[in-house]
């Protein structure tokens, strides 16, 4: 476990950093909490605030890659229907009317 005086002051410090991550690197700077307390939760820290960059990274490749998906399936209806000669509008977004008919 930690000393008190060294949990005690810098509890609240801690707290900020668990909700802004990127402040882990306070106690690896700051003298009053460069010490075992301090450090165990900037690691914690450091590695919510890593997690997050992946997660985001993650996040816009696979909702682009679903994008991507649903656009080249639009692509293929819309050939589909104009060698049928058809006037089938695409899903989503076949009832928005950019040029006027």
């Known amino acids: ?4 005086e060294q949990v005690n002051k ?3 410090i801690m707290i900020i950093m668990y909700i802004i991550p990127i402040l882990f690197f306070i ?3 700051a003298q009053e909490y460069n010490n075992p307390y301090g ?6 820290c450091l590695l919510i605030f890593i ?3 992946i997660a985001s990274i993650l996040t816009v490749i696979i909702i682009g890659f679903v994008i991507y998906i ?20 695409l899903p989503l977004i076949g009832k928005i009317n950019l040029i006027n008919k």
Do not use: Q, W
């Open 1 to 4: 476990m930690f000393d008190a």
């Open 10 to 12: 810098g509890k609240a």
């Open 27 to 29: 106690p690896l700077v």
């Open 39 to 44: 450090k165990f939760h900037a690691n914690n």
């Open 51 to 53: 997690l997050g960059i």
């Open 70 to 89: 649903f656009y080249v399936v639009l692509v293929i209806m819309g050939i589909i229907s104009a060698l049928n000669g058809t006037d089938t509008p």
